[in-house]
């Protein structure tokens, strides 16, 4: 089992900066990668949508609407990610998840942690 806890959530206005952070405890064998998701408020149904990754390998990957404003990165090994946020925008509102992603004999597990608030408002 795995256990993910966020933090750095909060107010801020457009254009400023947070960092967010996940620190994973538990089991951390098999890790194929660990990401950032979001799920922009009032649109429970709707699909959290990946924002950010950083594979085992250290490659990162981003959605085309945070490139080149935002930033993974993670501690000396897998149990810690951040996300540097820069040039926030309202749209970027949500409730940011971290998630942990395990490969194991070709079978994919996800592992989320609570999730944490941003707001972007004046």
């Known amino acids: 089992q795995v256990q993910l806890v966020e933090s750095g959530g909060g107010l801020v206005q457009p254009g400023g900066s947070l960092r967010l952070s996940c620190v994973a405890s538990?089991?951390?064998?098999?890790?194929?990668?660990m990401n950032w998701y979001r799920q922009a408020p009032g649109q429970p149904g709707q699909q959290r949508e990946l924002?950010?990754?950083?594979?085992?390998?250290?490659?990162?990957n981003y959605a085309d609407s945070v490139k080149g404003r935002w930033s993974i990165s993670r501690g000396a090994n897998m149990s810690t990610i951040y996300l540097q946020m820069n040039s926030l925008r309202p749209e970027d509102t949500a409730v940011y998840y971290c998630?942990?992603?395990?490969?194991?004999?070709?079978?994919?597990?996800?592992?989320w942690g609570q999730g944490t608030q941003v707001t972007v408002s004046s």
């Open positions: 924002v950010a990754q950083i594979t085992s390998i250290g490659n990162t």
């Open positions: 998630n942990l992603r395990k490969m194991r004999i070709g079978e994919l597990t996800n592992y």
């Open positions: 538990g089991d951390m064998s098999n890790i194929n990668s």
